[in-house]
């Protein structure tokens, strides 16, 4: 009685482990890929146009830091470009919030309420000829100062006049002719507009209020779906994650899988037919079998050295998709004759002897029945072996492989990257959003290995079927 | 052993194996006649699913196996160097205690043998003949294509695996224990069919079954420990043993 409460309980625990991992894993998988939501926001603005960089800007006197935005792209043509936004603009808020990262716009455009197609009110700062015009620095009194030369149509509309001197923007001492702006476009952010501007007019002090900003109503379009259409058919981009795309990375995985696959399975397959088949019972095969069972517990960085010294080194292949096929190649070879040597060992000994009482050869034995038969769960096993293959960077890492490449390789012996590669590289960006990215893309890489060990399960089930009816 | 009066087709001289250190069989010398039902008969364990294996050597696939003595085919020894097994196979057909058809269609069942010996003739035509051997053509003709051999019935199946041995027309069939995995009914047709080959082929039938070996054959050999105790007329066999230990086994004291 005890003995059997206490087998129920064991499955009952195995079971619900099993459950419970399946379940997150989808549940994590739907959600992430429901929700989208950096990557959509940030593909929303990429949309619209604006590619977004991070400044910094130390305040003169204190040890204080502030940062502010510029626009470092404005596609031509974009909604953006046709509000008069520019390169070198600085994006001050979006939708009420005032952004000092890029991650703020992406998430203002991101949790701004409303259905696919959002319209915000943006402000910004035209860059510094637009808002300032010409400055110069001069030399009053023995102290510089950053004197406004040819001010712009705005600024003389606020008041500002030639030869005026420049002397505090929000509070914050001017220093330069670039720092005026940046200032300017700091203390538009933290002070709000309009702006406190203390100048100096012949040698009287004044302070004027200037609202150097441009506002507007912007429309995003967020969805989902076209953003992770985005982001998997488009090259890379090195600097703005908004516009990172995976397809060099996800076509340089196919592609190294592929090669592995032609050269691993037969390898594989062979090798355990002859293990299984042909080999006699004596010391050397004993070893071999060792051996093989040992290869399937190395390291995978070893195997990358081996890659490395082997493939990309003696054999001249380089850090090519060829080379990279072959080491994955090495990788999973122990894995395919483990999985193989099972499924042959499942095929009843009685098949074999009525193939081999019809007067059938060894090999005629094996290629009509044996195999056929053997065939689903060494499918299985091989395809469980290739999501391992699929999910594997550190030999690839050993071999030289690029982390980052925006071009998808052409042939055999162009470099490539792989999805986990390019995780690690996304992943250890300082940039804002290249985290959301990296997120994205280990979304993409775990939706393919479960989609590839469902399509492994389905085809066993399928092809048993067939067999065993 | 009176000389007999026929001619074999096989027979054993001095024939012993050891499956690696333990010995299965022992010196046995034996003929079987051509053109006749051959029962081998003995308790469990005695070594005559052995024997019958060694006739084919099918006994070769089982690692550590090792023999001394001959087995003659028409005269030809089926161990002697450069003899193929894969040749002797061929000519040597063999049904399995268990009915083992292929995973695949009746109709693939029945040709595979003809395939892989290169027959030229109608398939369609020789596979039908089988089937019609074995008597099963009229239960599977419908559905040659579509049935699979694990669609048959358990005795389909053993008539399934007698078509299959006998369409590459063996000159002997040599049957493991045919009937045991089987039904009454079934058993009775698979007997029945034992009786009609002898028009085509010879028999030699490994049983359990002393009182299928009395209506199946025409010749008994008595097998105990490895060595063949008796071998004559089934009649006599079981009317009139010569050895006593045969007369006991005959006659239900052991077994």
Known sequence: MRRRALGWAFAALAGA??????????????????????????????????????????????REAHTYVPM????????????????????????????????????????????RSVTLPVVWLPRAEVTLGGLRMESRNGETRVVLASPSAAAREAGLQPGDALLAVGGIPIQG?????????????????????????GSE??????????????????????????????????????????????????YVVLVMAVVALPLGIAGAVYLEEYAPQNFFTRAMEVLVANLAGIPSAVVGIIGLEVFARALGAGRSVLAGGLTLAVLILPIVIVA??????????????????????????????????????????????FSRALGEAAPLLFLGAFLFVTYVPQGLMDSFTVVPLQIFEWATRPQDGFAAVAAAAIVVLLSLLLLLNAGAILLRNRLQRRWSE | MSPLDFEPILSARNFSLWYDSQQALRNINLDIPARQVTAIIGPSGCGKSTLLRSFNRLSD????????????????????????????????????????????????????????????????????????LAALWDEVKDDLHRKTGYDLSGGQQQRLCIARALAVEPEVLLMDEPC?????????????????????????????????????????????????????PTREIFTRPKDPRTEAYVTGKFG
């Open chain 2, 61 to 132: 696939l089982v690692p550590g196996v090792r023999i001394s003595g001959r087995i003659l085919f028409r005269g030809q020894d089926i161990y002697g160097r450069g003899v193929d097994p894969v040749e002797v196979r061929r000519r040597i057909g063999m049904v399995f205690q268990k009915p083992n058809p292929f995973p695949k269609s009746v109709f693939e069942n029945v040709a595979f043998g003809l395939r892989i010996n290169g027959y030229r003739g109608n398939l369609r035509e020789r596979v039908e003949e089988a089937l019609r």
């Open chain 1, 17 to 62: 482990a099993v459950g419970v991992s399946l379940l997150a894993v989808a549940l994590l998988v739907l959600i992430t890929a429901l929700q989208a939501g950096p990557i959509t926001a940030m593909r929303a603005v990429a949309e619209a146009g604006i590619s977004l960089s991070l400044r910094s800007l130390e305040i003169p006197g204190t």
């Open chain 1, 72 to 115: 470092a792209q404005v596609a031509a043509g974009s909604p953006a470009a046709s509000l008069g936004m520019a390169r070198g603009d600085a994006l001050v808020a979006v939708a009420g919030t005032g952004v000092d990262r890029p991650s703020r716009a992406w998430e203002a455009v991101g949790r701004a309420p409303g259905g």
């Open chain 2, 180 to 232: 045991s995995a089987l039904d009454p009914i079934a058993t009775a047709k698979i007997e029945e069919l034992i009786r009609e080959l002898t028009a085509v082929t010879t028999v030699v039938i490994v049983t359990h079954n002393m009182q299928q070996a009395l209506r199946v054959s025409d010749w008994t050999a008595f097998m105990l420990l490895g060595e063949l105790v008796e071998f004559g």
């Open chain 1, 340 to 385: 193989s040597r099972e499924a042959l060992r499942t095929v009843p000994r009685t098949l074999r002897e009525a193939a081999f009482a019809l007067g059938a050869t060894r090999w005629e034995t094996v290629r009509h029945h044996v195999l056929p038969y053997a065939f689903p769960a060494i499918l299985t096993g091989t395809i469980l072996s």
């Open chain 1, 177 to 201: 002719t670039r720092q005026a702006w940046e200032a300017l476009a700091v203390a538009a952010r933290t002070h709000g507009v309009p702006v406190e501007l203390v100048l100096e007019r």
């Open chain 1, 205 to 254: 002090r004044l302070t004027l209020f200037w609202d150097p900003t441009r506002q507007a109503e912007l429309t995003f379009v967020r969805d989902p779906l076209r953003a992770w259409w985005s982001f998997l058919t488009t090259l890379n981009e090195p600097r703005y994650p908004e516009r990172a795309g995976l397809l060099p990375a996800f076509l340089g995985s196919v």
